[in-house]
């Protein structure tokens, strides 16, 4: 059974940093590229940033593009979302999941079928 915990959220100015965390069990992360989304209040869960198995390709939505970074340790089954400059339109639960590749993530196709909780991120202006 595959569970997704994401972690790190909070209450945050504009400006500010947080660096999520999301631990996954029941695979193998090392097989699978590995994504952040994010939901915020009356939108669709959006793709933001994608990592290849490897750790050698990454994506990243325009949006975010700059300001957030995307890691992962596969020995550890874990990936991270370091998250700076944070803006109040970052506002939003932010999941993990995974896909055979980056392309997936990005078009939110095959995906895992497990979610996570979520973590909030609340960015105050």
């Known amino acids: 059974q595959v569970q997704l915990v994401e972690s790190g959220g909070g209450l945050v100015q504009t400006g500010g940093s947080l660096r999520l965390s999301c631990a996954i069990s029941?695979?193998?992360?090392?097989?699978?590229?590995m994504g952040w989304f994010r939901q915020a209040p009356g939108k669709e869960r959006e793709a933001v940033a994608a990592?290849?198995?490897?750790?050698?390709?990454?994506h990243y939505a325009d949006s975010v593009k700059g300001r957030f970074t995307i890691s992962r340790n596969n020995a550890d089954n874990t990936i991270y979302l370091q998250m700076n400059t944070l803006k109040p339109e970052d506002t939003a639960v932010y999941y993990c999941?995974?896909?055979?590749?980056?392309?997936?993530?990005?078009?939110?196709?095959?995906?895992?079928?497990?979610w996570g909780q979520g973590t909030l991120v609340t960015v105050s202006s």
């Open positions: 029941g695979i193998s992360i090392s097989s699978y590229a």
């Open positions: 990592i290849s198995w490897s750790g050698g390709s990454t």
């Open positions: 999941n995974a896909a055979k590749t980056i392309a997936s993530i990005v078009s939110r196709e095959n995906l895992l079928d497990a």
